[in-house]
């Protein structure tokens, strides 16, 4: 007789939540988080609804999770980016570009969680809603280092530039031409940072 997946030990857990939390990810990006209930999301991972609440308690810390991951895998590119330019500040804003110019050129790219979950969520005290203040933050953090590295006169207003260029393309993937995100972000962060330099 196959085990069944509420058997309670540890390795089974360990799947139960990670198979509840990718099959949540996949139908909150896809279908938008209000429009998803955890009724689907059980019915959609085969598990029952008690393993659901057992691991995530509520569906608001379900959704927190989901931004959560989606916020790992974005910095953990962004790290590795980050890391082949290490000593030249111009060439990795460079390549920040061409790899969210990529991403926003998916097929299958539905805008940013971050910011799909904050409009679908306005109380600032939402649980999601602080994962995502807390990224676009730490963006604008991110991209300050670099204008500082860069040498300009207002590093925090170039950072504020840049944050509003990348997430507009966040945005605005349905106006983009086959592979035009990266040029039009890197022509558009060039102008910026010579604006900032005259």
Wanted: aromatic share 6%; net charge neutral.
């Amino acid at each position: 007789m196959p085990k069944s997946v509420e058997t309670p030990n540890l390795q089974s857990h360990a799947e139960v939540k990670a198979r509840i939390l990718e099959t949540a990810c996949t139908l909150f990006y896809q279908c938008g988080v209000r429009a998803v209930g955890v009724d689907l999301v059980v019915e959609k991972a085969g598990v029952a609804k008690t393993s659901l609440y057992r691991h995530f308690g509520t569906k608001d810390d379900l959704v927190a999770a989901f931004l959560k991951r989606e916020d790992e895998d974005f910095w953990g590119t962004w790290e590795r980016v980050a890391g082949q330019h290490a000593d030249d500040a111009a060439a990795e804003l460079d390549a920040h570009l061409e790899w969210i110019g990529e991403r926003v050129g998916r097929p299958n790219y539905r805008g940013c969680p971050q910011i799909n979950v904050a409009a679908e969520f306005p109380e600032t005290d939402h649980p999601a809603r602080k994962v995502a203040t807390a990224h676009k933050r730490q963006m604008r953090k991110r991209l300050r280092d670099i204008a500082a590295r860069l040498g300009v006169a207002r590093p925090d207003e170039l950072a504020g530039q840049l944050s509003l260029l990348i997430n507009g393309a966040f945005v605005s993937a349905q106006i983009f031409e086959p592979g035009e995100a990266t040029p039009l972000l890197r022509r558009a962060a060039h102008a910026l940072i010579e604006a900032s330099r005259t």
